[in-house]
């Protein structure tokens, strides 16, 4: 009766629920995009998003969004804002139609000035585009563009000429839609003329004579979209609502219109196609949201926006749907961009009927009928359909429900159930439980206190089997089934805790390798090892700096075995360790989760982890890691808790009100390392794209403030790592984390390397690295030609330095050498004059010839005063303080004037002032004065003048000199032979002599009766 009765108090009921959605994340313009409507997508060759907007053209990395808007007064913007069609060309050159300003060329990898041109309508300008407005681009891939237009039919571009025409002049003037099939043949969709078909190759066209009448009621009349298909369908979107299929291998038309059938096609306009790799067909309306054929089954499914629903299509009315290479698709509608990837739809997010609580869900159970069944804070929920419906079972004990927190199957099939009241027997058939026997005797597990059973293991204890179970909170305990008892810490008798070293009383698992060794994950003392149950205490492995291969921390999580017989250790606060059991080392996972929770292994010995409520996989042979960031997952509160796996290799992973089920054979990897594009070059602030076009930058020496911009299209999640290096400087990677711009400043002149790599998780880099080459210039004053100029002049110099200095030594010998023949010739004469007078004088005065000895003294005098001039001349003359032209004015006219005023000889001397500042050498000096002082004293002596003149003055760069008087005159030549046939009288020889040194002219103008007139003229440049 009593378990009747207990059945009666089961509320057991089913839940339906239909298969999930895709999940949509939206993309709007409050995260980046330059405006909600947008009109048209590609994916470039790089991989980059490009998004047509009303207002702009937006690239797109998964991250952040780069937009391009057009400016009425700047030429080198796109030519319109509202784009209709996005299209690349082989050359890898963008082409933009838009609605309001004609056609733009874009080539991001010309200078920033040079990257866009313009095609705008012009009446002024012959062959210009016809009109602004253009709806679609296609490429027939031989060099034109065929533009659809408003109002101009259809157009055709010469990229090579960058002229337009129209090839086929006739039919309604509205295009809507352009489609190239392999042949090279247009199709060409027109408001309300039907289908045209355009040959590019010979411009013949093809066309139905029906729809020259506007007001016949035709099929598709108006063709809004036009896609061709794997199988070779083409398809169209018609005004009529109603979709066509053409198949070209059988000629045959099918058209799929409204029915009553859900699984029929709604009732809309398709304006856009898209093809999925599985050969569906995705189609997008002007209202019911997005529309998906599936041909093998022949059905029709639609996705629309649910206010009240999460991850729903942002809006209805779709302008485009695209597919990626990746495979996610893409919805651009009035209402921003509505993104759904597949690479997540293996992980079905099934949720449990709502009730007036929130349901916590603790642990999983497959039975041998493959029903599912799911442990809860609310009892029991029983699903055999993979989540289309539940069974909810409430589990109740003395009155009161339980919380179902562990399932155990023993080996003799009795499946017991741990609660947050003890450890029970549960019969499913009935959907009762009972405890064991005694267990009102033992003081711990009579009746849990604040604590719930979170693992359960069958061993052998003192040879007797035992289920070891952890009541968390109170160490360990275990039920003998021999002894029919309950054994735990409260045992006076037996002390389990001292007995086997418990030292953590939170023990979160406990797990029974294959070798049959226990293994206990405790929250405080780190991972326990229990080789022999009942024989050998507790040893525990600890994060210990005196360990060389410690545990990354003591707060285990969980523990599961692979099939090497390693151990996988989760820990929440340091994340996963491998464990080998033979030589005790613990290898950190240093790419994991800090915060690591449950974790399994699959059939491939691939580790998955609940980490910061995402699924995290860890692929041991290829060592990468791996961040599963399931979007629906975004607006809830994460998973949390363990991982169950069936026995088909199914796992299943709970969060709150809803769990994720997944089999690891059926998703796909993650792309590790995607590739990285450098989309920017900044010297200082000014933008130089350019330059990136060679991957090689040549910088001067003042350009060494730059920055580079870099971006990997990902778009998976948003887990995308960056690091960077500039070889030559780094002595390591840089890691930026999210961020895409590296700056330096200040750098040397020389070469560097600039290295950046991308991954899908942190620390998790490969060997794809994208690298920019870059040499600064040094100054020129650093360069090796500059340097070898310099020692080259350096040693020029020092040679010249050398040479004048020898110069100077042999000037310096050679006015010795002068000044010695000068006294030899002069003094040395004089004093042998002066010896001989002087025996002269002595005969005289012995001879008592007074006369004679008196003019032989005047003689010697005289002798020794011009000794004595010549000596005061000789030491002028050497004197470099002396060189200035000043110098030789004051001396000739100190030397001058007295004696003429000595003979009653006017005296006049002219000097130009400018000749003052003339520095002389000394030879020059020397030989100017005593050329001067020759002639004076030849007229004192010889012209019986009563007039000297003496000019000094500059005419040409040149110094002339004139000495003149107005004596008596002489014949020049007489007096030449004269001196050469004389052993004295060389005066005028000495002059000539003189002036010869110095390359300087000398003219000597002498007139009988009229006196004499010499000129010196030196050169002074």
């Known amino acids: 009766m009593k378990t009747m009765f207990l059945g009666m108090m089961i509320a057991a009921h089913m839940v339906n629920s239909r298969t999930p959605d895709p999940y949509f994340t939206t993309i709007?313009?409050?995260?980046?995009?330059?405006?909600?409507?947008?009109?048209?997508?590609?994916?470039?060759?790089?991989?980059?998003?490009?998004?047509?907007?009303?207002?702009?053209?937006?690239?797109?990395?998964?991250?952040?969004?780069?937009?391009?808007?057009?400016?009425?007064?700047?030429?080198?913007?796109?030519?319109?804002?509202?784009?209709?069609?996005?299209?690349?060309?082989k050359a890898g050159i963008f082409w933009i139609a838009t609605a309001d300003g004609g056609l733009t060329k874009y080539d991001y990898r010309l200078a920033q000035s040079l990257q866009f041109k313009r095609f705008r309508h012009s009446e002024t300008v012959p062959g210009s585009i016809p009109e602004n407005h253009i709806n679609k681009l296609v490429d027939?891939?031989?060099?034109?563009?065929?533009?659809?237009?408003?109002?101009?039919?259809?157009?055709?571009?010469?990229?090579?000429?960058?002229?337009?025409?129209?090839?086929?002049?006739?039919?309604?003037?509205?295009?809507?839609?352009?489609?190239?099939?392999?042949?090279?043949?247009?199709?060409?969709?027109?408001?309300?003329?039907?289908?045209?078909?355009?040959n590019t190759r010979t411009l013949a066209y093809e066309t139905d004579a029906r729809y020259k009448n506007l007001y016949a009621k035709l099929p598709h009349a108006s063709i809004s979209a036009i896609y061709k298909s794997s199988d070779q369908s083409v398809w169209f979107g018609s005004w009529d609502k109603v979709l066509y299929r053409y198949d070209c291998r059988k000629s045959a038309k099918e058209a799929f219109s409204h029915t009553s059938n859900p699984a029929s096609f709604p009732d809309d306009e398709i304006v856009s196609f898209a093809e999925a790799g599985n050969r569906q067909l995705w189609m997008a309306s002007r209202q019911s949201g997005l529309i998906v054929y599936d041909p093998n089954r022949n059905r029709f499914t639609t996705y629309r926006n649910d206010p009240l629903k999460k991850g729903t299509l942002v809006d209805n009315h779709v302008n485009a749907v695209y597919i990626d290479r990746s495979g996610i698709v893409w919805a651009c509608t009035?209402?921003?961009?509505?993104?759904?990837?597949?690479?997540?739809?293996?992980?079905?997010?099934?949720?449990?009927?709502?009730?007036?609580?929130?349901?916590?869900?603790?642990?999983?159970?497959?039975?041998?009928?493959?029903?599912?069944?799911?442990?809860?804070?609310?009892?029991?929920?029983?699903?055999?359909?993979?989540?289309?419906?539940?069974?909810?079972?409430?589990?109740?004990?003395?009155?009161?429900?339980?919380?179902?927190?562990?399932?155990?199957?023993?080996?003799?099939?009795?499946?017991?159930?741990?609660?947050?009241?003890?450890?029970?027997?549960?019969?499913?058939?009935?959907?009762?439980?009972?405890?064991?026997?005694n267990t009102e005797a033992d003081p711990v597990m009579k009746k849990l206190i604040a604590s719930r059973v979170v693992s359960v293991v069958r061993d052998t204890l003192n040879a007797h089997p035992v289920l070891l179970v952890s009541p968390y909170g109170h160490y360990l305990t275990y039920y003998d089934l021999v002894?029919?008892?309950?054994?735990?810490?409260?045992?006076?008798?037996?002390?389990?805790?001292?007995?086997?070293?418990?030292?953590?009383?939170?023990?979160?698992?406990?797990?029974?390798?294959?070798?049959?060794?226990?293994?206990?994950?405790?929250?405080?003392?780190?991972?326990?090892?229990?080789?022999?149950?009942?024989?050998?205490?507790?040893?525990?492995?600890?994060?210990?700096?005196?360990?060389?291969?410690?545990?990354?921390?003591?707060?285990?999580?969980?523990?599961?075995?692979?099939?090497?017989?390693?151990?996988?250790?989760?820990?929440?606060?340091?994340?996963?360790?491998?464990?080998?059991?033979?030589?005790?080392?613990?290898?950190?996972?240093?790419?994991?989760?800090?915060l690591t929770e449950g974790l399994q292994i699959d059939s491939r010995n691939n580790v998955w982890m609940i980490c910061n409520g995402h699924v995290h996989k860890y692929d041991n042979a290829l060592r990468t890691y791996s961040c599963y960031d399931l979007p629906a997952l975004k607006s809830e509160s994460g998973l949390k808790g363990y991982i169950y796996k069936d026995s088909r290799d199914t796992m299943y992973a709970a969060g709150i009100n809803y769990y994720v089920v997944f089999n690891p054979k059926t998703i796909s990897r993650i792309t590790k390392e995607p590739p990285v594009y450098l989309t920017d070059f900044k010297i200082f602030t000014d933008s130089k794209p350019d330059l990136l076009t060679n991957k090689s930058v040549e910088l001067t020496y003042q350009q060494n403030y730059f920055s580079i911009e870099f971006s990997a299209p990902e778009f998976s999640g948003d887990n995308l790592q960056y690091a960077f290096m500039?070889?030559?400087?780094?002595?390591?990677?840089?890691?930026?984390g999210k961020n895409t711009v590296a700056s330096y400043s200040n750098l040397k002149a020389g070469q560097y390397r600039f290295l950046v790599r991308a991954s899908n998780w942190r620390g998790s880099f490969g060997s794809r690295?994208?690298?920019?080459?870059?040499?600064?210039?040094?100054?020129?004053?650093?360069?090796?030609?500059?340097?070898?100029?310099?020692?080259?002049?350096?040693?020029?110099?020092?040679?010249?330095?050398?040479?004048?200095?020898?110069?100077?030594?042999?000037?310096?010998?050679?006015?010795?050498?002068?000044?010695?023949?000068?006294?030899?010739?002069?003094?040395?004469?004089?004093?042998?004059?002066?010896?001989?007078?002087?025996?002269?004088?002595?005969?005289?005065?012995?001879?008592?010839?007074?006369?004679?000895?008196?003019?032989?003294?005047?003689?010697?005098?005289?002798?020794?005063?011009?000794?004595?001039?010549?000596?005061?001349?000789?030491?002028?003359?050497?004197?470099?303080?002396?060189?200035?032209?000043?110098s030789i004015v004051k001396r000739i006219e100190s030397y001058a004037r007295p004696l003429c005023a000595a003979k009653n000889i006017h005296f006049d001397m002219a000097v130009d002032p400018r000749i003052n500042t003339l520095n002389l050498g000394m030879v020059v000096r020397k030989n100017i004065y005593l050329i001067v002082k020759e002639a004076i004293n030849n007229a004192l002596k010889y012209a019986h003048c009563v007039r000297l003149a003496v000019s000094i003055r500059l005419k040409n760069n040149r110094l002339e000199l004139v000495v003149q008087d107005n004596g008596v005159g002489y014949n020049l030549n007489e007096v030449l032979e004269s001196s050469a046939q004389s052993l004295s009288g060389n005066g005028l020889q000495n002059m000539s002599r003189r002036a010869q040194e110095m390359q300087a002219p000398f003219l000597i103008d002498s007139v009988i009766g009229q006196g004499t007139r010499i000129k010196l003229s030196i050169n002074i440049t």
């Open 726 to 736: 500039m070889e030559g400087l780094d002595t390591k990677w840089t890691d930026a």
């Open 334 to 437: 009035n209402n921003g961009v509505s993104k759904y990837n597949p690479l997540y739809s293996p992980f079905r997010r099934i949720c449990l009927p709502k009730g007036p609580t929130d349901i916590t869900i603790y642990d999983f159970y497959k039975d041998e009928q493959q029903r599912l069944w799911i442990g809860t804070n609310e009892g029991i929920f029983v699903t055999s359909d993979q989540g289309q419906s539940f069974e909810k079972r409430t589990v109740v004990y003395k009155g009161q429900p339980l919380a179902v927190t562990k399932f155990f199957k023993d080996v003799d099939n009795t499946l017991y159930v741990g609660t947050d009241y003890t450890l029970f027997v549960y019969n499913p058939v009935t959907n009762t439980v009972a405890p064991l026997p």
């Open 483 to 594: 002894d029919k008892v309950w054994v735990s810490r409260m045992d006076s008798v037996r002390k389990i805790i001292d007995r086997y070293s418990l030292k953590d009383n939170l023990i979160r698992k406990l797990y029974k390798s294959k070798a049959g060794v226990m293994w206990l994950a405790t929250a405080r003392y780190g991972l326990g090892n229990w080789p022999q149950p009942g024989k050998h205490p507790v040893s525990y492995f600890r994060n210990s700096p005196a360990n060389a291969y410690p545990i990354s921390c003591d707060d285990v999580y969980d523990i599961q075995e692979d099939r090497k017989g390693q151990l996988w250790v989760s820990t929440y606060g340091g994340g996963v360790n491998h464990f080998n059991p033979r030589t005790g080392k613990f290898r950190h996972i240093r790419e994991s989760s800090n």
């Open 28 to 89: 709007r313009a409050e995260n980046g995009l330059s405006n909600n409507k947008v009109n048209c997508i590609l994916q470039d060759k790089r991989g980059f998003i490009w998004f047509g907007t009303e207002d702009g053209l937006n690239r797109y990395d998964g991250k952040s969004f780069t937009v391009f808007r057009s400016s009425p007064t700047d030429t080198t913007t796109l030519s319109g804002n509202r784009i209709t069609d996005i299209l690349e060309d």
């Open 769 to 886: 690295i994208t690298e920019l080459r870059i040499r600064i210039n040094p100054p020129f004053w650093q360069t090796w030609w500059f340097c070898m100029l310099s020692s080259l002049i350096f040693l020029i110099m020092v040679y010249a330095i050398y040479k004048y200095r020898i110069k100077q030594v042999y000037e310096k010998q050679a006015i010795r050498n002068e000044i010695a023949r000068d006294l030899h010739d002069h003094i040395g004469s004089t004093l042998s004059s002066i010896s001989i007078y002087s025996r002269v004088a002595s005969i005289y005065q012995d001879q008592q010839q007074a006369q004679e000895l008196r003019q032989l003294l005047t003689t010697i005098g005289e002798t020794s005063n011009e000794m004595i001039t010549e000596m005061a001349d000789i030491v002028w003359a050497i004197k470099p303080t002396d060189d200035r032209m000043t």
């Open 140 to 198: 027939d891939q031989r060099g034109n563009l065929w533009l659809a237009t408003s109002s101009s039919r259809v157009v055709r571009f010469n990229k090579k000429t960058e002229r337009f025409d129209i090839p086929v002049n006739t039919g309604t003037r509205g295009i809507l839609s352009l489609m190239l099939d392999q042949d090279g043949v247009l199709w060409v969709g027109r408001e309300g003329g039907g289908l045209l078909k355009i």
